[in-house]
């Protein structure tokens, strides 16, 4: 099975490069499921409604999430019902699930939103445990890890720990692609970083003015997203089958 996984779709620019490049990535790869991590989707922070039908109706299967997950309270209206994973290491009695398996002919696969704990904030349970407990339930064909973390060796001592136990652990949270698509080991593939789908002069999809100003100043001011401007879009597409990896990597 072919899955194309999209780095962190960054406010309307990100959205427009879905848009402009998902058709030809589709053409050309013939992914059976495409999966977007979706948590700065809306201005840079969560994802509304509208945003999620618009992704369904291009051929979405499952958006994962991360930090900015509830920044957007509307996503409260929906997420119980849509084909969403928010950090699984949230705690219980938070809105939606960690987890979701959806079926794919004779297959299950099931895709996890886990959040890193190193340099990210929220107080969240220790996501090295939860996958021990969410793996002791799973019988998925196919396993997916979003891990969106900042920490690079958390991400590494993540994927070991997993390593043979989930088809693949893919890194989220950086915007910044790594170029260490690899199978670990025992058999998980896994990359640090699949990058972010957004603007290509941005800050991390920020406005770059507002971003500088702040470096300098020392002042933090609302952030804006980057309005106009070449794109970029990076993915990762797995081939379950044959157990290769790669990524795609394009800038305007
Ligand atoms: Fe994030």
């Known amino acids: 099975m072919k899955i194309l996984f999209i780095g962190d779709v960054f ?14 990535l589709k053409q050309q790869h013939k992914p059976h499921l495409i999966i977007v ?3 700065n989707i809306d201005k840079g922070f969560g994802i509304d409604e509208a945003i999620y039908k618009d992704l369904m ?18 996503i409260l209206h929906f997420i119980d019902d ?8 949230y705690d219980e009695s938070v809105p939606g699930v960690g987890y979701k398996t959806i079926q794919f002919n004779d297959k299950t696969v099931t895709v996890i939103s886990l959040m890193g704990r190193i340099f990210m904030g929220d107080p969240l349970d220790n996501p090295f445990k939860v996958i021990d407990s969410i793996l002791d339930t799973l019988t998925s064909d196919i396993i997916l890890v979003d891990f969106h973390g900042e920490a690079t060796s958390e991400k590494i001592a993540f994927a070991h720990h997993v390593d043979g136990r989930v088809t693949a652990v ?19 593939m896994y990359v640090t970083d699949v990058g972010m789908t957004g603007a290509k002069y941005g800050v991390l999809g920020a406005d770059k003015d507002k971003q500088v100003q702040k470096f300098i100043t020392g002042l933090r ?3 804006k ?7 970029q ?10 157990q290769t990896i790669e990524g795609i990597h394009i800038y305007e």
Request: aromatic fraction near 4%; proline fraction near 7%.
């Open 170 to 188: 893919l890194g989220t949270h950086t915007h910044v692609p790594t170029a260490d698509t690899m199978i670990f080991p025992k058999g998980t």
């Open 37 to 39: 991590n979706g948590e």
């Open 225 to 231: 997203e980057t309005k106009e401007g070449p794109l």
């Open 221 to 223: 001011g609302p952030v």
């Open 11 to 24: 406010g309307t620019l990100g959205q427009q490069a879905l848009h402009t490049y998902l058709p030809q």
């Open 57 to 74: 109706s291009m051929g979405v299967s499952m958006i994962t999430m991360g930090n900015h997950t509830f920044r957007n309270k509307k």
């Open 82 to 89: 849509a084909n969403i994973v928010r950090p699984a290491n």
């Open 233 to 242: 879009l990076h993915a990762v597409l797995l081939d379950t089958t044959f």
